[in-house]
């Protein structure tokens, strides 16, 4: 597509809750990333996928958080039992490589655990 | 882990001035990004620099990748209200797997 396209734009679940949330990159671009915004906050790094392989996922804050790609496409990012200090924007990037750093961002989820 | 460190959080200036901000690491990179992000928007990517030294400009924005490696700054020239947002720094250390690591941003606001 023409852009990085994320939904949904917003989620409000209830605490205990599994989300789902999906970015589908520019075509072409074999690196994706997610990075949380919390408000207020700079971009905080989640997990990179070259391909369908995450060779880095050190950012997932626990193990409720997990990520899967499907081939160079769609990808899912996964909270398990949300909790209130989940609440953040889910900003999702792609690139055609990891080296020149120009990632274009998706307009983000907006996550809202109450 | 590489931090980087902007500040202050918040700048307000008169429409018509100059403003610049700057951004320092702890740890140096060979690629600095300088990001606006929009309220309800992800960030657009203003400027790219590859070479420490470097000096680029896009219209009214003016960056440089500083000689250490360590810093950057970005002008905006002649602010206009569309200029209101949030401004990352963002630097990458290029390796096989290397992502880009954020500042925590400055808001502009620019008064009319």
């Known amino acids: 597509g023409a852009g990085v396209s994320q939904s949904p734009s917003n989620k409000v679940t209830e605490k205990g809750k599994d989300v789902e949330l999906r970015c589908d990159p520019i075509s072409g671009h074999t690196a994706l990333y997610w990075y949380r915004q919390r408000l207020g906050q700079g971009l905080e790094f989640l997990i990179y996928f070259q391909g369908n392989s995450a060779p880095d996922k050190s950012g997932l804050p626990s193990d409720r958080f997990s990520a899967e790609r499907t081939g160079e496409s769609v990808s899912t990012l996964t909270i398990q039992r949300t909790q209130q200090e989940d609440s953040a924007v889910y900003l999702c990037?792609?690139?055609?490589?990891?080296?020149?750093?120009?990632?274009?961002f998706g307009s983000g989820t907006r996550l809202t655990v109450v | 882990g590489q931090q980087l460190n902007q500040s202050p959080q918040s700048m307000f200036i008169q429409e018509g001035e100059d403003v610049s901000m700057n951004c320092t690491s702890s740890s140096i990179f060979n690629t600095w990004l300088w990001y606006k992000q929009d309220p309800g928007e992800g960030p657009v990517l203003l400027i790219a620099?590859?070479?420490?030294?470097e000096l680029t400009s896009n219209g009214r924005l003016t960056a440089q990748f500083g000689i250490t490696r360590k810093d950057s700054f970005l002008n905006i020239s002649a602010s206009i209200p569309s200029d209101v947002g949030i401004y990352f720094c963002?630097?990458?250390?290029?390796?096989?797997?290397?992502?880009?690591?954020f500042g925590k941003g400055i808001t502009l606001s620019v008064r009319p």
């Open positions: 963002a630097g990458l250390y290029t390796g096989a797997n290397s992502k880009l690591t």
């Open positions: 990037a792609s690139s055609f490589g990891p080296r020149r750093g120009g990632y274009t």
């Open positions: 620099l590859y070479k420490a030294g």
